[in-house]
């Protein structure tokens, strides 16, 4: 069987009829679908439909509400605008503070969002895109289950708590980078247990805090955060700012919630964005053409900047469409047909 | 000869005899003394009187103020509030801006102090302290000199760039981290140079860009960020939103502007304060007692919380007073009485 190329609507309306037929709302389905959507057009598989069976499986267990409506709290005279996304998946929660957010970062320089009682299932550059697209720096965090080890430590305790900035570019995609804090995502570690694969050193421990490249004891102890203790202090200060400030879950209460690390994980979280335009008012200089310079001596060193792959992937798409197999367009039709029976 | 042991007062006393000898004002004299005094008495060595003669060095160049006097910008109706440090140390500029951060934080949940116009000599710490001193979450950074290369170029572009935060806590020091986002201190490199060891895989690489274990090599080639892409990402953020953003100095602008390494920078500086309890406003549990748990939890797995071991010798400066060699005690009493003159 053959390749299938489909326009971004294509896609869009094939996802939406999947996640309707799973009893989720108009505006929970169109902001979910909306991400899955920009995972498959910039080449993030793992972003992309690939999510879909675990949307339903959290629909399934009801740990995620499929007709939430977000509430926005403009808590005026604050720079804090809230959401509280009423159980549902942050998307729809991100939408609607969007706006109110990139309002009061232009009129106070800085201002955060925060998304209370979500579920969260994507990246965060949609997120980090969103502010940039408003002409914001953006630095947006959330935990995760506790899955990682803080260095020294033999239980997981820390989230892979990713960790995202964007930066406007007039001319351009914005610089943008969206990393776990651990040294490898949970699923890289399932992939190569799947094919029988020893993992690389420094990537996790065993049960007793051993040092283990073995993934089936990966799974059992903990994964480890990137650059030793140092991303284990990124991880906790994301466990703190997102998880405790913002009064939602930490990655160990996750964790307890769920009982599994196969559903979407529920808690918050932390979106601040930054006026450059206000930050830099008064100054010699242009930010955004400042910026420029440094991104032109970045690329000319033979570095790259974070996002180019995803980037050239979107562009292929815009062009050519999004390529799915025979296999995921067959995939998609079931889960579109059984709905919450396609998933145990 | 025998070590002599002082109080923080004794020491102070000193460390502004030096200072004023040389043409400090009393604004920038205290500011200075004080990180100089925390960082003997908390057995940062690095961060202490060792600092004196890049002091010196630095007034002698004409590359800081000595007389400087930091002006606060207000501006109202913002999250953001500005001290123009004058070309003075950043210490005086920080210390008049803080309230007024933590107080426009406290009402409007988030809020930035910008220095611009600053000559930073100390680590970041002081000033995290600062802000959880005032019951805030604080998020501090600043770029470098250009010695750092993005990962997978071959040009030091990026400085050592510190990234610190830190979270109040009411019966204990705060937590707080403070690290470079390079994988070592340059100040590492010197010693293994002096010392004529051979640097750790993955710190460095040459002129040409190749990895290097050569100290020589490595001083004229570029550090590497820590933890790989991730460090590097971190680190360019920081020049955009700590140099850029606030209209100040980026690493390459600094090492054009200084011409040396072996002058403290001048820049700018990016403080972020929240108020844990704004932010937490009707939603369950105390923050600050929620955090204690994860901390709990940390200790017990048998990690440490970064700056423990600071905390040690703070606890045991403050009881027992801070010992100095007896030659630095004669290497302090010598800039005493030549100021400037000890210095090239």
């Given at each position: 069987?053959?390749?299938?190329?489909?326009?971004?609507?294509?896609?869009?309306?094939?996802?939406?009829?999947?996640?309707?037929?799973?009893?989720?709302?108009?505006?929970q389905?169109?902001?979910?679908?909306?991400?899955?959507?920009?995972?498959?057009?910039?080449?993030?598989?793992?972003?992309?439909?690939?999510?879909?069976?675990?949307?339903?499986?959290t629909i399934?267990?009801g740990k995620v509400k499929p007709d939430a409506v977000p509430?926005?709290?403009?808590?005026?005279?604050?720079?804090?605008?809230?959401?509280n996304a009423d159980g549902g998946f942050a998307?729809?929660a991100?939408?609607?503070?969007?706006?109110?957010?990139?309002?009061?970062?232009?009129?106070?320089?800085?201002?955060?969002?925060?998304?209370n009682d979500c579920t969260?299932?994507?990246?965060?550059?949609?997120?980090?895109?969103?502010?940039?697209?408003?002409?914001?720096?953006?630095?947006?965090?959330?935990?995760?289950?506790?899955?990682?080890?803080?260095?020294?430590?033999?239980?997981?305790?820390?989230?892979?708590?990713?960790?995202?900035?964007?930066?406007?570019?007039?001319?351009?995609?914005?610089?943008?980078?969206?990393?776990?804090?651990?040294?490898?995502?949970?699923?890289?570690?399932?992939?190569?247990?799947?094919?029988?694969?020893?993992?690389?050193?420094?990537?996790?421990?065993?049960?007793?805090?051993?040092?283990?490249?073995?993934?089936?004891?990966?799974?059992?102890?903990?994964?480890?955060?990137?650059?030793?203790?140092?991303?284990?202090?990124?991880?906790?200060?994301?466990?703190?700012?997102?998880?405790?400030?913002?009064?939602?879950?930490?990655?160990?209460?996750?964790?307890?919630?769920?009982?599994?690390?196969?559903?979407?994980?529920s808690?918050?979280?932390?979106?601040?964005?930054?006026?450059?335009?206000?930050?830099?008012?008064?100054?010699?200089?242009?930010?955004?053409?400042?910026?420029?310079?440094?991104?032109?001596?970045?690329?000319?060193?033979?570095?790259?900047?974070?996002?180019?792959?995803?980037?050239?992937?979107?562009?292929?798409?815009?062009?050519?469409?999004?390529?799915?197999?025979?296999?995921?367009?067959?995939?998609?039709?079931?889960?579109?047909?059984?709905?919450?029976?396609?998933?145990?």
């Amino acid at each position: 069987m053959d390749d299938v190329n489909l326009s971004q609507s294509d896609l869009s309306g094939r996802v939406m009829a999947v996640l309707s037929k799973a009893g989720m709302s108009t505006v929970q389905t169109e902001a979910v679908a909306r991400v899955i959507v920009a995972g498959e057009r910039d080449g993030c598989k793992s972003h992309g439909i690939y999510r879909l069976e675990g949307v339903l499986r959290t629909i399934k267990a009801g740990k995620v509400k499929p007709d939430a409506v977000p509430v926005l709290d403009l808590n005026e005279g604050s720079a804090i605008v809230k959401v509280n996304a009423d159980g549902g998946f942050a998307n729809a929660a991100f939408e609607l503070g969007l706006p109110a957010l990139a309002e009061r970062a232009h009129k106070l320089g800085i201002a955060a969002l925060v998304i209370n009682d979500c579920t969260h299932f994507s990246a965060l550059w949609p997120e980090v895109e969103g502010v940039t697209g408003a002409g914001l720096a953006g630095l947006v965090m959330c935990p995760s289950y506790a899955t990682v080890a803080p260095t020294g430590g033999s239980k997981p305790l820390l989230g892979t708590n990713p960790f995202a900035f964007g930066w406007p570019r007039a001319n351009a995609l914005p610089y943008v980078f969206d990393f776990a804090t651990s040294v490898a995502a949970r699923g890289e570690i399932e992939l190569h247990r799947r094919s029988g694969k020893q993992l690389p050193d420094g990537w996790a421990i065993d049960a007793d805090g051993n040092p283990t490249t073995d993934p089936e004891a990966a799974l059992a102890g903990a994964m480890l955060p990137f650059g030793g203790h140092k991303g284990a202090a990124i991880g906790t200060m994301i466990e703190l700012l997102a998880g405790i400030m913002i009064g939602d879950l930490t990655s160990p209460e996750v964790l307890d919630y769920l009982g599994s690390t196969a559903l979407s994980p529920s808690h918050g979280e932390l979106i601040v964005a930054m006026s450059p335009r206000a930050f830099a008012a008064g100054r010699p200089g242009d930010p955004f053409a400042r910026a420029e310079v440094l991104f032109d001596a970045i690329l000319g060193s033979g570095a790259r900047l974070p996002s180019q792959r995803r980037y050239a992937a979107r562009e292929k798409s815009l062009t050519d469409g999004i390529t799915l197999t025979a296999a995921e367009i067959e995939h998609l039709d079931r889960l579109g047909e059984l709905g919450l029976d396609a998933v145990a």
